[in-house]
């Protein structure tokens, strides 16, 4: 057998045995994985407040080679025994390694832990507690006691391998999130007498987010390479150099820490690298790319230390000093480049280790912008409540600064800045300052800014020729002025804070701002990009416009406003002139106070071109008007007055189409109104309570004076009006008014009655309507008009108020003297009800009027909205029918009934009218039954009598006055039927009787005496003369009446005024 043969020969029984020794050591350790790993699951809930579940387990032998592995499958960890939410922890296999030597002597030591995919969550709660922490403490009353057999499951770590984890780190505390993928961690230990020697490298990616959802740190790459030695004895760690990379940048890590009596670190980080990876580590990934399109070279240098005890109430003392040199960064699109950037920085949490005591310095910054000078020192003393030392002094070309920075909104940017800043508080620190510029004495901060041009991004239209100047002196920010312009407008502004420090440290020290602002000439409608929709808007211009504004109150207010911040909100001055507003606005000024819950308006006062007011005011509760959801109550006072207010300084000519045309040059003088309005809201408006306190006044055009009105009026959601005891004087007229509108029962169920009640002791309705007591001028020969009948005429065709709903309602009326055209009316008495019926009942109405009485009682029957029916009984003593004015309908026209007959009236009227909506009789569907009584009348152009005119002897047939007349009258079907009457008259004694329609058609039948007949009238009568006629032989001529002396002629007329009829009657027929 040669020497390769017996080399092959030595090779294989090695690999026979090694798989041998294999298959033995895993077949033991598949004969005890069931009970180790049920004996270490078992052991584990046992003394973990939380609860370990795992799905499966098997045996993997060469996944962790030269270990001998059990892998646990789908293992959790949950926070408590009853496994509900999410478990704190997951992994798909855990692989615990053993030897092959310890498997084989009985003995289960676990070498190697291997854990892959899985996540793991840690959360740490307000008051500091860690639930991972929570969940793997050890039970205090345990009594299971700890064995020692050899057939005991040990831990006995050579290596820890983390694969594929996914970790998450959430401080409801600090609202720190910190989120990491780890691609690998490998740990491996190695114990040399009482020294733990540990090695770690990882690879992992790190999201850290603050508490505003800012993102620190963004998918940052980290490696760490960390050689340690732990002294088992001492209990101390001391590391050897180590490396942490983060992206491209490389810090150097060294130190110690020492756990025992007290934690103590001395740690120091080391970072000095020719190039900027370094800052580009730090600065968050959209600031990273912005920067890669600049060519950059420098020098960055870091050099830290953290040394001292390390506890809960303890910090270690902190020193780091930074900075950078010869860094230059140069645009790779266009030669723009600043240059020389550098500067020297230090920090230290100084002798206390804290806040209060930290210092930060950045010293000797210097830059060059293209052609542009920027230098500066920056001091920080104290981080709880900073004291600074800022100067800084810069010359900047922005046109340089637009084009250098390539940002498509800054390309057009044109302008020089010039800051000049030596703000000092901390007087007892030297700052090198020697190559800075002097400012004057007391000016601690100046800016100057010249020609600045630029686009504001989204907006069309460029800002332009934009200079300012502003200064801090003795800690007030003084905005001298700014002037620019914007498409056609100019605007001029300025300002001044009086306490810039004060608002820097948020001292409790009282602060004032003003502010002021002018413009020749504003265009809003092109400032708003105002579409063609707004056309008064767009063709709006403002001009003379000038603001000004104050406020005083507190630091604390102005950084915290609740909702507002309290203090004194003064409109020193505000005057505008506009366009399509043809008016001019002047002499503004108010002072508006903020309280805690209420605010103030006092002495609020402006003129619009000639008209002028002064409104206080007082609103209580202001905060619920700033809630999304409004709950609770609140209340508005208010006192406006104005010597004189014309109706002409407010309206434009779009105004005047809602206004009457009597009203467009109305004025008010002496005007004063106070009221204060109640409001309540639960989750929306419920109701309002308003006081009037004062209403007075006069008016110029309507000469009416407004007198001490006053009153209550209440008005609620759950449909109620109520207007309380609503007094006063408008012009001679008074008044005292109650209404109470209900729309359903109270909130117990009880009905409640809606009830109107009116009481005056001088109604002047034609002051009150500016009545024209001007003559009008009679129409010499009205044109005669065809009356042509329609289904609706004029007065149907409006609103109909009738279709509404009706209530049950009571009204009352009280007037003691009412005023309307020429026409008085006393001692007017109504009592009113509506029903839910759709009637209105008229238990009475009594007036006294046109020289008498007039009492009336009636119901008015809505059942049809179209067809309105009025039935009334109305009693009339000695009225004056010359002063009285009866309006009806009669075929589609208007018509006046009282032209013909005059005198005093006495009598009794029964009615069934129909009406119109506007309630005006409908003459054709009328009828009534008049028993009247008329005594020293009047006919004035009677239409019979004018018909007879060429007939009689010279006498006055347009009068015909008489003594008394009675009658009967029945009007139906739009016709008046007159039965006999007797009429001792200016033309003798007559008699009448007959009909007349509303179309003027008239069959009258009259007894006048034969001597007023003319000879003409025989001729026309007869055919014959006088003489010729034998009065026996005719029946139209009637003999004497016993006791009377001559005769009488029977006549007929029959048609119209215009073209009638006379001839002789009968005996029979009158």
Known sequence: MNAGKKIIRVVLICLAAL???LVIAGGILYSQQQRLTQLAVKELNKQFA???VLESSSISPFSNFPYVSIALHQVKFYASKQLKGAPLYEVKRLYAGFSLPDILRGRYNVRILVLSDGRLHVARAANGEVDLIRAHTFKSDTTTAATDSSDALHLDLKKVILKNIDVTYQDAGTGWKVVSHIDKVKTSFKMEGDHLAMQLESKLR??????TDTTLFRNRLLQLTVNGNYDLDKQQLQLAPSSVRLENAHLQLEGLAAFRP?????????GDRPDLNLLFALVPNDVAVMLDKYRRDGRIFFDGSIKGKLGKEEMPAITVNFGCENVWFQNRQIDRKIDSLGFKGYYTNGPGHSLKTSELHLLNVNAKPGKGVFKGNFVMKDFTDPQIIMQLYSELDLHFIGEFLGIKDLEHIQGDIILNMNFRELVDMQVPEQSLARLKEGVQSELTVRNLSFRIPGYPLPVQQMNLHAQVAQGRLQLDSVAFRIGSSDITAGGSISDLPAIFHKQQKPVAVTFHAASNRILPGELMQADTSHKILRQEVISGFNLGLAFETSVQELLHPNPLPRGTFTLQRLSASFKQYPHRLHDFAADIIVNDTSLRVRNFSGNIDSSGFVFKGRLNNYPLWFNKIKKGRTEFAFDFKSDRLAMNDLISSRGRKFIPEGYWYEEAGKLWLRAKLNMRYDTTFKRVDAHIANISGTLKQHPIQLENIKGRIRYGTNKYLVVDTLTGKIGTTDFDMNLKL?????RKGNKRNNFFSFNSAFLNVDELMNYDFTDKQPATTPARVTTVRENDSIHASGFNIFKLDFSDFDAQVNIGKIKYHKLWMKSVVANVHMMKSRQIKIDTISVRMAGGHIGMRGTLNATDPKKLYFRSGIRLDTIDMTKMLMKFDNFGQDMVLNRNLKGKLTGHIRSHVRLHPDLT????????KMDVEIHNGE?????????????????????????TLRNKLTFKDGTLDIPRMQINSSLGYIEVAGNQSLDLRMNYYLRVPMKMVTQVGFQALFGRKREDVDPDQVDAIESLDRGKKGRFMHLSISGTPEKYKIGLGKKKTI
């Open 19 to 21: 798989t041998l020794l």
């Open 262 to 270: 007290d934690t103590y670190v001395d740690i120091k980080v080391k």
């Open 921 to 928: 009789p409908v003459l054709s569907e009328t009828m009534a």
């Open 742 to 746: 209900y729309a359903g029962p109270d």
């Open 206 to 211: 790190v999201d850290v987010t603050t508490k």
């Open 939 to 963: 006919l004035i152009d009677f239409g019979p009598m004018q018909a007879m005119s060429s007939y009689f002897k010279d006498k006055n047939l347009r009068m015909v006055r008489f003594d």
């Open 50 to 52: 939380g609860e370990l």
